[in-house]
């Protein structure tokens, strides 16, 4: 599946920081609202590379839970600017569901 225009047009824009001018924050933020849910799994990818310096005013907290609406974001391992700390928060959680996921399916047999 191809990425989507307002996914590439997203990820080219990054999202700035709150120190940005006004008008780049609100670009930033109607970029994030053109795009629809759910993303894809390349899409998800992708959009982990648009995650700024900060919250961006909270617009990293609806990155966040839109790329998580891609099907395959429970066992995704997002690698691209791993030393951001919002795909560090990414990897995090992916984590956590897969610990809960083994703990719910109990000791494995040997």
């Not at 047009?9 to 109607?30: C, F, G, M, T, W």
């Not at 993303?39 to 310096?53: H, I, M, N, R, Y």
């Amino acid at each position: 599946m191809p990425v989507r225009r307002a996914v590439q047009e997203l990820v080219n824009a990054k999202l700035p920081s709150e120190d940005h001018a006004l008008e780049d924050i609100e670009r930033a933020e109607r970029l994030l609202e053109g795009i629809t849910a759910p993303v894809s799994d390349e899409e998800a990818q992708q959009l982990a590379t648009a995650f700024g310096p900060d919250s961006c005013y909270g617009l990293a907290w609806s990155l966040l839970h839109l790329i998580e609406t891609a099907p395959g974001a429970s066992t995704a391992t997002y690698q691209q600017d791993a030393e951001n700390w919002w795909v560090q928060r990414l990897n995090a959680r992916v984590q956590v569901t897969r610990d809960l996921q083994q703990r719910s399916a109990g000791p494995s047999s040997g």
